[in-house]
Nanobody
Framework: QAQLVESGGGLVQTGGSLRLSCAASGRIYSSHVMAWFRQAPGKEREFVAA????????YYTDSVKGRFTISRVKAENTMYLQMEDLKPEDAARYYCATGTSYDTSPTSYFNWGQGTQVTVSS
């Protein structure tokens, strides 16, 4: 299975922007769903956004709709998460993952990256 490597995290002020990347070293099948999850200290891992690799259909959790945009470049085997108007509550470690179907539960995803840290200062 493809190795997933996230990058692009960092420290940003409230209202700022970041773009996260998830690069896959192996093949991602058109039937797969790629997703972003995040986990803050002491909290459960939560769904952020997902994209169907083949069709490009996208899904978002309500708290990021209108602020985050998920996308992918199939030729580069890379998925992105453009984050705008960041808020302190967006601070977390962000993970990308591969699944065989769309689901907001992390247990439905079989392949995970190591994550990239996003810190938002108020």
């Amino acid at each position: 299975q493809a190795q997933l490597v996230e990058s692009g995290g960092g420290l940003v002020q409230t209202g700022g922007s970041l773009r996260l990347s998830c690069a896959a070293s192996g093949r991602i099948y058109s039937s797969h769903v790629m997703a972003w999850f995040r986990q803050a200290p002491g909290k459960e891992r939560e769904f952020v956004a997902a994209i169907r690799w083949g069709y490009g259909s996208t899904y978002y959790t309500d708290s990021v709709k209108g602020r985050f945009t998920i996308s992918r470049v199939k030729a580069e085997n890379t998925m992105y998460l453009q984050m705008e108007d960041l808020k302190p509550e967006d601070a977390a470690r962000y993970y990308c993952a591969t699944g065989t179907s769309y689901d907001t539960s992390p247990t439905s995803y079989f392949n995970w990256g190591q994550g990239t840290q996003v810190t938002v200062s108020s």
